[in-house]
């Protein structure tokens, strides 16, 4: 699990949120990690912004068959050997990245998941995009 990848993830939301002031959108937040997304149904239940929203939180394999108007992926692999476990299954990955409706937001470390030809080829297509944003953006002071 990666609690700071989830804090990074939450604060995107907010910023989205503020996009929808009256009727909001459904959103499922999907990780390849069960202890992950454990982690995040415990921190949505608890925090007063986020308790009341559309949010579903499974894993890919749970969400398997359903879509959302919004879809965050939670990677969680952040480590120096670029090791990146379930991520390297780049069919389950087709199945997470292809449930949004609306808006996919990728949450992940760059410069574990770079390392993999894959990945860094969907981080060229971001930046290509202007869709790239760095965490720094969405940390508090």
């Given at each position: 699990m990666n609690p700071e990848e989830f804090c990074v993830l939450r604060e995107h939301l907010y910023q989205l949120m503020e996009l929808f002031p009256y009727e909001k959108p459904n959103i499922g937040i999907i990780s390849p990690y069960r202890e992950q997304?454990?982690?995040?149904e415990k921190e949505?239940?608890?925090d007063p912004l986020l308790k009341n929203?559309?949010?579903?939180?499974?894993?890919i394999d749970g969400f398997q068959g359903q879509e959302r108007d919004i879809i965050y992926i939670s990677l969680v692999r952040s480590n120096e050997h670029a090791e990146i476990g379930f991520?390297?299954?780049y069919r389950r990955m087709n199945v997470a990245m292809t449930r949004a409706k609306m808006k996919l937001v990728v949450v992940g470390d760059s410069g574990t998941i770079g390392k993999n030809r894959f990945y860094q080829h969907?981080?060229?297509?971001?930046e290509s995009k202007a869709s790239y944003r760095t965490a720094w953006e969405f940390m508090k002071p």
């Open positions: 997304v454990v982690w995040m949505i239940s608890e929203l559309p949010i579903t939180v499974q894993t991520l390297a299954d969907f981080l060229d297509y971001c």
